[in-house]
T-cell receptor, first 117, second 112 residues
């Protein structure tokens, strides 16, 4: 597609329910990120996928959070047993990594706004 | 670990005023530095970047200079417009692969 696509754009759920957020990156991009944007907290790194390498999961806040990237393309972020503090906008971004070049130009989707009641 | 600190907002200016948004960083080695912008209702997008010390990134009238001696990458614009109203994020990346570390974001509002 022309850009990074995320779904759903808005999700309201009850505390304790599981949610899945989907990201379709730009075709051909080798790397994919998930970030979380909370009011007043900036962008919090969650996870990074690069090609066939093991993902960098260092930003996942708890074991309730997991993510996968199937076929090197679409990614799903899953939050189990949601809590009110999980309420935030979840952003996906993709990039084509070029060996030896630190381009750093991430292409972001518009995000999935999660509200946990 | 790497970290980025931005001046706290919100920043409110009149049209044609001079803008500075401060950004300082902590990192080992020689990171690349970035400014991203998020316009209302849109996704984040890269505004400008600098990949080595003393480089100046520029775009849309905005500039920022990579100052290794002061570990800073302040964003400036000589004359802001209403259309510049947005949230601005400073970011760094320590290696060719891996995460970008973002600052807290600064909300800029420009009034006519």
């Amino acid at each position: 597609g022309a850009g990074v696509s995320q779904s759903p754009s808005n999700k309201v759920t009850e505390k304790g329910k599981d949610v899945e957020l989907r990201c379709d990156p730009i075709s051909g991009h080798t790397a994919l990120y998930w970030y979380r944007q909370s009011l007043g907290q900036g962008l919090e790194f969650l996870i990074y996928f690069q090609g066939n390498s093991a993902p960098d999961k260092s930003g996942l806040p708890s074991d309730r959070f997991s993510a996968e990237r199937t076929g090197g393309s679409v990614s799903t972020l899953t939050i189990q047993r949601t809590q009110q503090e999980d309420s935030a906008v979840y952003l996906c971004a993709s990039i084509t990594e070029i060996a030896g070049a630190n381009t750093g130009e991430l292409f972001f989707g518009e995000g999935s706004r999660l509200t946990v009641l | 670990g790497n970290s980025v600190t931005q001046m706290e907002g919100p920043v409110t200016l009149s049209e044609e005023a001079f803008l500075t948004i401060n950004c300082t960083y902590t990192a080992t080695g020689y990171p690349s530095l970035f400014w991203y912008v998020q316009y209302p209702g849109e996704g984040l997008q890269l505004l400008l970047k600098a990949t080595k010390a003393d480089d100046k990134g520029s775009n849309k009238g905005f500039e920022a200079t990579y100052r290794k001696e002061t570990t800073s990458f302040h964003l400036e614009k000589g004359s802001v417009q209403v259309s510049d109203s947005a949230v601005y994020f400073c970011a760094l990346r320590g290696t060719s692969y891996g995460k970008l570390t973002f600052g807290q974001g600064t909300i800029l509002t420009v009034h006519p």
